[in-house]
């Protein structure tokens, strides 16, 4: 056992009572104060109105009756589960592609879904802005292609905003996607070809039924994510059409009201943790004890 | 090779529908590879379409771009405002990802090394800012720091910023930590070494890389934040990201698509690091 | 037939004909190629060069859900979203047999495996055994004209393996399935099999069966594989007599025309360990090498020697304990003669 010299001993004798678990607490308090306060003071916010006295939920009342915030609130759903089911078909066969081909394939396929998940949301949103105008990439195409005679709208419209969300959140439905079918045996797949499955009916009959719990969990993400998006649909969608988050930045720091601003964000985080729990109910209803024996 | 059964009753015989088999197998790969690569190419193309559009000689944008020239960064440069608002994301990115380190590093320990009561709650709550929308923590945030009576300022905007930050450093450093066999921290106490020398030579250096990949990730998600940034920079405070997303809202102009490829040459780095420190596969299960 | 990927040719022209209902296993060390033979004969992977027939037909280019051959993988591969009924009804209604048919087979197969009552259990609910077993039931629901079973014995202890050994054959028997086994299990080959067929480096080294690939090894590698064996460095002295002779380690044997190499030259014998028997002086009749006991150890069954001759060969002997006569064996440091009990079972091989 080696000694330590004056200096040393100091700093051994204060690390001996230093219990291992006391260093998740500077996180801890940090996100406690800093995190978990303000989300609880947003909730207390929103159950309180200006001119009444005490807990009420006069705000609810007041957005849940208003047409025009039904209606947004309806459009931010309807979009968001719209966009995630384009991101499972198109991020499932690429996980599945992920899943059959070899290490130059797979370093490949992570560093195009990681470098836009690191990338600026604005940048993303401002590509989509340059590809999707009247003299961008998708229109050239169609035009030189014949199959329009005028260049379509696409910016600043709501088919706009469905293309470029969903390229913004495929990354995320496809990582949990390649992570469940990762874990998935191989020779699942080739025990059901060897009885007799063609390659599709394998695929369908085995491989899908068993990858439930990755597309659970890339669909509660991507929803999540999809329906509290700000940026993408403020500046693809232009002024022409709103979305809850962009209710809920207009209430706050242009209108001030900020009981609207907090009963707003209250209604989105509810809506989502319902779909986050109905995902999980269905995951659940799949689950096949280990998969893969 | 041949074989041959005397089975008296096999059922069905081999290489029926020849044809049609191989029609339907070519037919699922072509629809699996289309899809995919299609993917690919959307996920690709977007960022490639930016970059390359920045590299225009000319005063506006398109894509092809007519005529290739550094012209813009050059310009970029003389920007005093992209400059300043620059400097402010920079300087709160590297303040937010040291303090983020120094706490995400110390709560990993715990996290995989203990047993105590509510460990999984807690785990679960230290990773909650990076699900909860950053929209809901932006506004959060903003009426906590107005009602305790705290003006807006940068160390205001940075200690958001590590709220939802802190989770990346957490996850890989843990992760790189429960991939530590635990055989090394016992060969080496067995060779002599205490407690504070084993930290330091064994454990320690081993887990660099995932401490540097987790301090990356958190620096530029720092770095491109937006949507926080909005809430709590105030009238009076720019960084980069806000700059972009006022130029871009008044103009489309090639200095914004100039600091686009700014930021995804940056995303590109920290990608290159995080293969080279761990492995972009083993990231995948992070 | 060969199988390359790139610059490494995995399976490089093998032969081989199985017969039908023929029990034969590809036994070889990790990396020999007969689990990339395998998956050819299976349809997964594409020969490189030659051909796979099938009952007179050339299947190269038929896809694998067509050829009708069923396969046990090494983890079972069984279905875990299925119960064990709809596990083994799989194949059936992949062949689109009308549902009658398919309860029926279904509940002869769970009475063929003695797992009668377990149709609605999930396989995650079973054992080993019992999972291995669900697997041979559902490859057998669809009567394949092949089986090919892939180290299908790899995840049970030692115990359960054996049981399992000869479960399998008692079923596969009576139905004379030709089977195709792959293990890296030589005791497990031996016992099962009709015939051997020892594998490394891509090719076929013998095919034969296991009493001929014990007894008569062509070659030192096969030698060497299976079961233990003494190999000494030897001179070829050229015919003499009725056999051939041979210098080993400094003593001189006679051994059967037919032992192997031929001539004169460099070469290896080969003893195996229960052909050499441990006396207290060189018996009279016989050549006999002289040393030193170095250890003695103590196996169950048998004893098993080891002793240095001519200060460098290490000659391994064993010898049955009942024989020992009255369990006294010999112990280390102990001045013994070693020689060989029975001439006709020395191999020669040309020396590498």
Not at chain 2, 192 to 219: C, H, K, M, Q, S
Request: with cysteine.
């Amino acid at each position: 056992m080696t000694r330590g010299g004056g200096g040393r001993g100091l700093s051994r004798r204060w690390t001996r009572h230093l219990r291992l678990w006391q260093l998740v607490l500077p996180a801890s308090l940090f996100l406690a104060v800093y995190f978990a306060v303000p989300l609880v003071m947003l909730f207390w916010w929103s159950f309180h109105a200006p001119g009444v006295a005490g807990l009420t939920l006069a705000n609810f009342g007041k957005l849940l009756t208003d047409a025009f915030f039904l209606q947004t609130l309806w459009l931010s759903v309807r979009l968001s589960l719209e966009v995630t089911a384009v991101t499972l078909v198109l991020g499932f066969p690429l996980a599945y592609l992920y899943t059959r081909l070899g290490p130059v394939w797979r370093v490949s396929i992570l560093f195009i879904t990681l470098l836009p998940l690191l990338t600026s949301a604005v940048v993303r949103s401002f590509a989509w802005i340059v590809i999707l105008g009247k003299q961008g990439l998708i229109n050239a195409a169609l035009v030189a292609s014949g199959l329009v005679d005028a260049p379509v709208k696409l910016l600043f419209t709501l088919d706009g905003v469905r293309i470029a969300l969903a390229q913004v959140q495929l990354p995320f439905m496809l990582l949990p996607l390649i992570n469940a079918m990762e874990q998935l045996d191989p020779s699942l797949e080739k025990a059901a070809v060897s009885l007799g499955a063609s390659q599709a009916k394998a695929f369908f009959r085995v491989t899908v039924p068993l990858s439930a719990p990755g597309v659970v969990a890339g669909a509660i993400l991507s929803f999540a994510l999809t329906i509290s998006a700000f940026i993408t649909p403020a500046m693809v969608g232009g002024g022409s059409f709103i979305v809850m988050p962009t209710l809920i930045y207009q209430s706050a720091i242009v209108t001030l009201d900020w009981a609207i601003a907090s009963t707003t964000a209250f209604i989105l985080l509810a809506v989502a943790l319902l779909v986050v729990w109905g995902g999980m109910a269905i995951a659940r209803r799949y689950r096949y004890g280990p998969a893969g024996a | 090779m041949s074989a041959e059964t005397a089975a008296p009753s096999a059922v069905g015989s081999v290489g029926v529908g020849r044809t049609r088999g191989r029609l339907g197998h070519a037919a699922f790969w072509t629809v699996m590879w289309t899809l995919g690569l299609g993917a690919l190419l959307y996920l690709l193309l977007p960022t490639l379409i930016i970059v390359f559009a920045s590299f225009t000689a000319s005063d506006y944008i398109a894509f092809p771009p007519q005529g290739l020239s550094f012209r813009w960064f050059v310009k970029l440069w003389g920007f005093e405002e992209v400059r300043a608002s620059a400097g402010r994301s920079l300087l709160v990115a590297l303040a937010a990802t040291a303090l983020s380190v120094v706490l995400g590093v110390a709560a990993a320990f715990p996290l995989v090394r203990s047993r105590f009561p509510g460990r999984e709650g807690l785990n679960a709550f230290l990773m909650s800012p990076l699900i909860l929308p950053s929209l809901v923590y932006g506004l959060a945030a903003l009426m906590f720091v107005s009602a305790i009576g705290v003006p807006l300022s940068v160390p205001v905007l940075v200690l958001s910023h590590v709220a939802v930050i802190v989770p990346y450093v957490i996850r890989t450093t843990a992760a790189s930590l429960m991939l530590l066999d635990p055989h090394l921290e016992e060969a080496a106490m067995s060779l002599g070494a205490d407690a504070w020398n084993t930290f330091l030579r064994v454990v320690l250096p081993n887990l660099v890389p995932g401490i540097a990949t987790g301090g990356a990730f958190a620096f530029i998600s720092s770095f491109d934040n937006l949507t926080v940034s909005l809430f709590l920079a105030g009238p009076r405070i720019e960084t980069l990201p806000i700059r972009l997303f006022a130029m871009i809202n008044f103009d489309l102009d090639p200095a914004a698509a100039a600091i686009s490829a700014v930021l995804v040459i940056l995303a590109l780095a920290v990608v290159l690091l995080a293969h080279w420190a761990i492995g972009l596969t083993r990231i995948a299960r992070f | 037939m060969t199988r390359r990927y790139g610059a490494v040719t995995a399976v490089d022209r093998v032969s081989l004909d199985v017969g039908p209902g023929e029990f034969v296993t590809l036994l070889g060390p990790s990396g020999c190629g007969k689990t990339t033979l395998l998956k050819c004969i299976a349809g997964f992977l594409a020969p490189s060069e030659g051909e796979v027939v099938l009952r007179a037909e050339v299947i190269n280019d038929v896809l694998p859900h067509l050829r009708n051959i069923g396969i046990v993988f090494q983890h079972y591969a069984l279905f875990p979203h299925m119960t064990v009924a709809d596990n083994i009804a799989f194949g059936l209604r992949m062949r689109k047999r009308p549902r009658a048919e398919i309860g029926r087979r279904v509940a002869e197969m769970l009475q063929l495996v003695k797992l009668g009552g377990f149709g609605g259990r999930y396989p995650h609910e079973l054992s080993g055994g019992q999972q291995q077993r669900v697997a041979l039931a559902r490859v057998l629901a669809v009567e394949p004209v092949l089986l090919l079973l892939d180290e299908p014995f790899g995840a049970l202890d030692k115990k359960l393996r054996v049981e399992m050994q000869l479960e399998v054959k008692q079923l596969i028997t009576p139905l004379r399935m030709t089977t195709i086994f792959v293990t890296h299990d030589q005791e497990e080959a031996m016992r099962m099999s009709d015939r051997v067929a020892v594998m490394n480096a891509g090719r076929i080294i013998q095919c034969d069966a296991p009493a001929a690939i014990y007894d008569r090894p062509r070659d030192l590698f096969v030698a060497d594989f299976i079961g233990n064996s003494n190999l000494l460095d030897a001179k070829l002295l050229g015919a003499g007599g009725d056999g051939l002779r041979v210098v080993a380690a400094g003593v001189e044997l006679e051994l059967p025309r037919d032992a192997g190499a031929s001539g004169a030259g460099e070469a290896v014998v080969m003893v195996r360990p229960e052909n050499l028997t441990v006396t207290a002086a060189a018996p009279p009749d016989r050549p006999a090498w002289t040393g030193v006991v170095a250890f003695a150890l103590h196996t169950g069954p048998v004893m098993e020697y080891e002793v240095v001759v001519a200060d460098t060969w290490r000659l391994r002997v064993s010898r049955p304990r009942a024989q020992a006569g009255g369990g006294r064996g010999w112990q280390e440091g102990d001045r013994v003669a070693v020689s060989v009990l029975d001439l006709e079972a020395v191999r020669v091989f040309p020396a590498r």
